[in-house]
Structure formats: C-alpha cells, structure tokens
C-alpha cells in the first residue's frame, strides 16, 4: 500500500468508527475508488461494494430501502452515489433505522467525484449523520520525507499527483495519460454528470484557465475570447470547481479600511495538468514559459491547504500596492501570511510587508524551492514546500 492509501485509509477508517455515513469525495482518478477497495477487502463479508455507473448495480436499488435495509451489519459501499440523487432521502431513514436496531456507526460510504451538489444533498439530508473527507491527488507530504530534495518536489510538481501521471517511470508515459484525462473527462465524463456543454468550449476554457493561472478571474474576457456570455464562463468554471479541478482563491475580506480588491483568483489545481494544457512535458519547457511562476505558486498552495484541512485560504490585495499570495487563517486564530516565488535566492516586496501588518499577520512565510530553512528580516522565514507542510501539520 503507497503512503497516500494508508494514511488516507486511516483517517477514513476513524470516520467510519464515529459516523453512520462517510461522504468521499475527490477527482476522477485521484484514487477513491482504490481506498474503496482497501476498505472492502479488509472488512471481508461485512461490506458491499456498489458501483452506480454500472446498469445491475442500480438494479440492484430499484426498492432501494428494502435492499439497504436488508444489509444490516454491512458497510454499504456506493460508487459515484451523485448518480442517483434520490437515494438520499432514503438513505437518512435508513440510517435511523439501523441506528435503533444497535449499529450507530460504519453503515455507509458514499463516493462522489463531483462536491457541490454531493455536498449539498448529504448536508440537507443526513444532516448529523455524516462526515466528509477529500482525496486530493498525492501530496508532498504523502510521498517524501521532511528531508526531500527540490529535484524530488520539482519532479511532482511536473507531473502532479495523480497516482497515474506520479507513478510511471517514463514521463512521456505520465504526459500521455494526463493527456488522455483531460480528453476523457470532457467528452465522456462530463457529459455522463449530466450537462450538455460542448466538449471544444470547455477544452478552450480550460485551457485559458492554465494560462491565464493564479491571475484575477475577469469573466468577462474569458466570455468574449469564448464568445459566450459572462454567465455561461460562469457555470463552465462552477462545474470545474465542482469536479475538484479548479480552485477559486477567495480575496481576504477584513475590514481594513483599504481599498481591496473583491475578485477571486482562479488555479487549475493540479499542476500536472496545467503542464498537460499548455503542452509543456518536462521542467526544462515549463521553467522557460510564462507560466512557471503561476503554476509553482497554484502547486504550493494545493500542498499549503491540504496540510491542515478546515483552514480559511485567502489572498490579499489593496489597490495601493499591499499584497500576500495566501493568508491562511487558522481554527485557533493565528493568522499567517505567505508569499510563494520561484526563485532560490527569493526576497519580498514592500507590499509584503504592508499586507502582513494590515492583515495582524502572527507569522510570514516565503515558501520557495530552497533547502534549508532560514529567516530573513522581519522574522520572515524561507523555507521550501514540504517544510512548510510540515510546518502546518505540526500545528493542526
């Protein structure tokens, strides 16, 4: 078993002992279905696997209460559970159920590779009864030591951690299949998710998006190079957040008596994959194209917030020159502020300096890909990704 299934079977698992349903949720191809199995395998007879894009799977739920019902004492595995929206509803009585029969925990996990209305439906129905854990792809931290080298979170950073791109030998091979991914998911499963959007439009958005990476979202100029409206650039991308492959970084909204700027930052989140839209296969290409600065500051992110999930991530900007990449608003108040560069002798901006005073930041980091940890003036602290990681794991 790799790092990324153990420690993520270990956490699903502890869910499981303490909620009568677990909602899965994560990427196409990010590994769900694998922790699925781990789990069906080490519960033997006491667990049922159901996969909903298969026609006799949900045959096998036409009277889906009396079916469920009748798997008392069983972890009832549903794969790609969105499918059949209707099944929550019954889901919630049947939790109760088994609830009053002696079985308050471990009855279901639901697996989903699209969050929002998964997310929705599982808080409106089994409110109480759930809890929810993302897969993300792997992670620094899943993967290497404290110690890891920059040419070991290059390397990951070049292909993203898509267990299928990370783990070939071969990096035509990890290109190739990111490749295929991306076709895959627009002309066979986004369609399948229901939504009649024209493979070619979203290929060309999705592509604007990775060049166009870590920048302020203007709608309006994605819609006119699209030549569709502001509204319709605006569902495109809700669906790509939905699916887990786009992020939108939220501006910091204090109150601070300064003029900040409101729009969202957007970033395709695995970086593999904005290597794979811009036709870039190795490090030698991506450090010579515009987009290496962007693309390692969108990679250090998704690294920052899967450290410590339940974190607050925004950025922060005024329209006088104050700037951070990423505040990070912890659960027990602190408030860090993070600039990300690329280069190996980094340095901030006076910007820097100001954001982190109008913010009250506690601590200030500048993540970039150097070895050791050192401080620079202002008890700003260099440091690389994976440090920084584990930085906030420590602290979590």
């Known amino acids: ?15 499981l002992r303490q909620f009568p349903a677990v909602v899965l949720i994560g990427s196409r191809q990010a590994g769900k279905t694998t922790l699925a199995q781990l ?30 019902l009748a798997q008392k004492n069983r972890l009832v595995i549903l794969d790609e559970v969105q499918r059949i929206p209707e099944l929550f509803a019954v889901l919630r009585g049947v939790i109760d159920v088994r609830r009053r029969e002696g079985e308050p925990a471990g009855q279901f996990l639901l697996l989903g590779s699209a969050s929002g209305a998964l997310l929705q439906q599982a808080s409106e129905s089994l409110a109480g009864r759930v809890a929810t854990l993302e897969l993300t792809p792997f992670q620094a931290r899943e993967l290497f030591l404290p110690t890891a080298s ?4 290059n390397a990951l950073w070049v292909r993203g951690g898509f267990p299928l791109s990370w783990l070939p030998d071969d990096a035509a091979a990890s290109m190739r299949w990111r490749e295929a991914f991306i076709t895959t998911y ?15 439009t979203l290929r060309r958005l999705w592509m604007m998006l ?13 819609a006119a190079s699209l030549a569709v409206t502001g509204q319709t650039v605006a569902r495109y991308i809700d669906l790509l957040c939905d699916l887990m492959l786009v992020r939108r970084l939220p501006a910091w909204h204090g109150n601070v008596g300064k ?11 695995d970086s593999g994959l904005v290597h794979a839209l811009l036709g870039l296969p190795d490090l030698e290409n991506i450090l010579a194209h515009p987009v290496a600065g962007a693309s390692w500051e969108g990679f250090v992110i998704e690294q920052l917030l899967s450290a410590m999930p339940g974190m607050e991530a925004s950025f922060y900007r005024t329209s006088h020159g104050a700037e951070a990449n990423v505040v990070l608003t912890m659960k027990n108040g602190e408030t860090w502020v993070v600039e990300i560069k690329r280069s190996s002798a980094p340095t901030v901006s006076k910007g820097f300096h100001l954001a982190a005073v109008d913010v009250g930041a506690t601590r200030k980091l500048l993540i970039a890909p150097v070895e050791n940890t050192y401080k620079i003036r202002d008890d700003i602290e260099v440091m690389s990704p994976l440090a920084a990681v584990y930085l906030l794991a420590g602290t979590a």
């Not at 627009?186 to 070619?200: K, N």
């Not at 003029?259 to 989140?269: D, I, N, Q």
């Open 150 to 153: 920059s040419a070991q979170i």
């Open 186 to 200: 627009l002309e066979r499963d986004i369609p399948a998710l229901g939504p009649r959007i024209p493979a070619i």
């Open 259 to 269: 003029r900040l700027v409101r729009a969202p930052k957007v970033y395709v989140r």
């Open 1 to 15: 078993m790799n790092t990324h299934s153990r420690a993520a079977q270990q956490q699903l698992s502890l869910l």
């Open 39 to 68: 789990e069906l395998q080490s519960r033997a007879e006491s667990a049922l696997y159901l996969d909903l894009e298969l026609p006799s799977a949900q045959r096998q739920l036409d009277d889906p209460e009396a079916f469920l």
């Open 210 to 222: 990775a060049h166009v990476q870590g920048q302020l979202l203007n709608q309006s100029q994605l």
